[in-house]
Nanobody, 125 residues
Framework: QVRLVESGGGLVHTGGSLRLSCAAS????????MGWFRQAPGKEREFVAG????????NYAGSVKGRFTISRDNAKNTVYLQMNSLKPEDTAVYFC??????????????????WGQGTQVTVSS
């Protein structure tokens, strides 16, 4: 079983930056595809970014491309999401997810086997 714990959320002004972390425990996720998703109030959970086991493959939602960067440190069993140039529309709870069955990322929710509890990101205008 894999446990994922997100941290690093908070309140920032428009144009600010935050770095989210997702620490995995229980098992190494070094061979897992990993992803970040977000869910705003009243909206469905949506894909933000994904990364392959080696970090060699990354993909992003169009709304965050060029502003967010996903990375991982397999030695620390941790995945990161660097968020720059934040906008009010980035306000959401951000979730980390892990794919047990694949080393590649997936933009679909059902492609992931483990989920964290989420961390709140609020961007004020």
């Amino acid at each position: 079983q894999v446990r994922l714990v997100e941290s690093g959320g908070g309140l920032v002004h428009t144009g600010g930056s935050l770095r989210l972390s997702c620490a995995a425990s229980g098992r190494s996720v070094s061979n897992y595809g990993m992803g970040w998703f977000r869910q705003a109030p009243g909206k469905e959970r949506e894909f933000v970014a994904g990364i392959s086991w080696s970090g060699g493959t990354t993909n992003y939602a169009g709304s965050v491309k060029g502003r967010f960067t996903i990375s991982r440190d397999n030695a620390k069993n941790t995945v990161y999401l660097q968020m720059n140039s934040l906008k009010p529309e980035d306000t959401a709870v951000y979730f980390c997810a892990a794919r047990d069955g694949s080393s590649l990322p997936d933009s679909k929710l059902h492609g992931y086997d483990y989920w964290g509890q989420g961390t709140q990101v609020t961007v004020s205008s």
